[in-house]
């Protein structure tokens, strides 16, 4: 399977934990995305990376939020201190350096915070 | 602010018609528009997009017309079959420093009945 490889699909966490989520991307493509996803909304973007470089992050990722892509390939999206707000499906994407090249989703990872 | 509006939550259609799914946008920016399905429990999934320099672009059974002086953009799936049947989100960007965020709609439900 070439496509995007989200893990773990579940997780299922008490309040004031952290969590770790895990994205390997397709090989050739050089960006990266987190987006956050809850019911009825469409996803929402939450950082993006060119290579290893974190080149954007939205104001929505409080820093309690962190992401990482050490080596260009794989990345990390970490939350710390959980809370009951940060329910729902965190998707990862990725996408070749063309202008026009589509974002492709790997299946997401559901968040849930009791 | 709602910058990409699916104003039909749902959408209802027999197997073989036409299914017409609409989007508008606000943001005159906005140059690259995508649609993409999404299963229950699955990553949306890329299905077209169109470059604000056509109006129309075409892959098999789907087609999205774009029109620029309304600021609307449309998917139309000919023959509708019962497979279709998933949520289909409309997302837009600007490539302003190629980061190709996208700024997603809440999207329409399309049941295709036998």
């Known amino acids: 399977d070439t496509g995007v490889s989200q893990n773990p699909r579940h997780k299922i966490t008490k309040r004031g934990q952290n969590v770790t989520f895990r994205c390997d991307p397709i090989s050739e493509h050089n960006r990266l995305y987190w987006y956050r996803q809850t019911l009825g909304q469409g996803p929402e973007f939450l950082t993006y990376?060119?290579?290893?470089?974190?080149?954007?992050k939205s104001r929505l990722l409080s820093d309690r939020f962190s992401a990482e892509r050490p080596k260009g390939s794989f990345s990390t999206l970490e939350i710390q201190r959980t809370e009951q707000g940060d329910s729902a499906m965190y998707l990862c994407?990725?996408?070749?350096?063309?202008?026009?090249?589509?974002?492709?989703f790997g299946n997401g990872t559901r968040l849930t915070v009791t | 602010d709602q910058q990409v509006k699916q104003n039909s939550p749902s959408l209802s259609v027999q197997e073989g018609r036409i299914s017409i799914l609409n989007c508008d946008y606000t943001?005159?920016?906005?140059?690259?528009f995508l649609w993409y399905k999404k299963y229950p429990a699955e990553g949306p999934t890329f299905l077209i997009s169109?470059?604000?320099i056509k109006d129309k672009n075409e892959d098999g059974r789907f087609t999205v017309f774009l029109n620029k002086s309304a600021k609307h953009l449309s998917l139309h799936i000919v023959p509708s079959q019962p497979g279709d049947s998933a949520v289909y989100f409309c997302a837009a960007s600007d490539g302003a420093g190629n980061n190709r965020k996208l700024i997603w709609g809440l999207g329409t439900s399309l049941a295709v009945n036998p």
């Open positions: 990376f060119q290579n290893e470089a974190q080149l954007e």
């Open positions: 943001n005159s920016m906005f140059d690259y």
């Open positions: 169109i470059s604000s």
């Open positions: 994407a990725s996408r070749t350096g063309g202008s026009h090249s589509p974002l492709h």
